[in-house]
């Protein structure tokens, strides 16, 4: 069965303090690993898609990273507007792009 | 920049009822999808949508569950008969070069 585990469940970080998100999987035949940002009761917001091993991509102070088994995203500087839930998502098994999502974690940057 | 739309934002609902939720995917995209959030829980796949018929649906989507794309714009996503079980945050995406974009979602409460 595909697995998507992401690690901390929460993490709180003071401003300014840098740090890495967690995402493994197991799935067969890796089609793509999708981070998403999901604010309190809104809908995921699509930041990355990375295809293949080494592969990085970069966003303000996000940079997602890929190895064939887990991704980390990593925060540098952070700022308050970064707190959210940061999700991570595989293509299911012998489907099209339906996601199969962890659960996510809960970022807290304090000022 | 376009966005997906979903109406309405917060719905509630007797047990037993018949509900539809409404999205308006991105234009030029051509996969749809749904998706459900129990609250504290990770986003679910329920449905996919492509050239006006369902390629893929998940366990949960059962014979209670159906979508449709009645016109150029809109799709739905209807429960025959809702279950207090059915309470959820269901959120409509639409997919461009293996990219989802999520909606800010439907907030379900069956009562």
């Known amino acids: 069965e595909d697995q998507v585990t992401q690690s901390p469940e929460a993490l709180r970080l003071q401003e300014g303090e840098s740090s890495s998100l967690n995402c493994s999987y197991t799935v067969s035949g890796l089609r793509g690993l999708f981070w998403y940002r999901q604010d309190p009761g809104k809908g995921p917001e699509f930041l990355f898609t990375?295809?293949?091993a080494g592969e990085e991509k970069e966003k303000e102070r996000l940079k997602a990273t890929l190895t064939k088994k887990e991704s980390f995203l990593h925060i540098t500087a952070p700022k308050p507007e970064d707190s959210a839930t940061y999700l991570c998502?595989?293509?299911?098994?012998?489907?099209?792009?339906?996601?199969?999502f962890g659960k996510g974690t809960s970022l807290l940057v304090t000022p | 920049e376009p966005e997906v739309t979903q109406t309405p934002s917060h719905q509630v609902t007797q047990m037993g009822q018949e509900v539809i939720l409404r999205c308006v995917p991105i234009s030029n995209h051509l996969y749809f999808y749904w998706y459900r959030q129990i609250l504290g829980q990770k986003v679910e796949f329920l449905v996919s949508f492509y050239n006006n018929e369902i390629s893929e649906k998940s366990e949960i989507f059962d014979d209670q569950f159906s979508v449709e794309r009645p016109d150029g714009s809109n799709f739905t996503l209807k429960i025959r008969s809702t279950k207090l079980e059915d309470s959820a945050m269901y959120f409509c995406a639409s997919e461009l070069r293996n990219e989802q974009y999520f909606g800010p979602g439907t907030r379900l409460t069956v009562t």
């Open positions: 998502a595989v293509p299911r098994t012998n489907s099209g792009y339906a996601l199969n």
């Open positions: 990375l295809y293949s």
